[in-house]
């Protein structure tokens, strides 16, 4: 079975950095567009940035030119690097994967179990 698992989430100071990531665990055959979502207490979950399978990316406006994603599709692997971070980007952190292609099969809408980020200021 394929799991999501995020992690690099931590504390920092305002202005500080973290980098994300999140690795796909079991046999994949391909992973196509990954999402990262975000959440933070009493808000709704929104969108921070994806990533297809070749590389086209997206952000939100509240983190362009802030964070970029990438990712690594020999290791299953996308990454959230966060710069210049700001109490505001204080959420859980989650990465969500759209279709996930195994030999068994094809999964959607898969969810990791998220990572904290907090910013203090």
């Known amino acids: 079975q394929v799991q999501l698992v995020e992690s690099g989430g931590g504390l920092v100071q305002a202005g500080g950095s973290l980098r994300l990531s999140c690795a796909a665990s079991?046999?994949?055959?391909?992973?196509?567009?990954i999402n990262w979502f975000r959440q933070a207490p009493g808000k709704q979950r929104e969108l921070v940035a994806r990533i297809t399978n070749s590389g086209n990316t997206d952000y939100a406006d509240s983190v362009k030119g802030r964070f970029t994603i990438s990712r690594d599709n020999a290791k299953n692997t996308v990454y959230l690097q966060m710069n210049r971070l700001n109490p505001e980007d204080t959420a859980i952190y989650y990465c969500n994967a759209n279709r996930i292609e195994t030999p068994r099969g094809v999964t959607f809408d898969s969810w990791g179990q998220g990572t904290q980020v907090t910013v203090s200021s």
């Open positions: 079991g046999s994949i055959v391909s992973i196509n567009l």
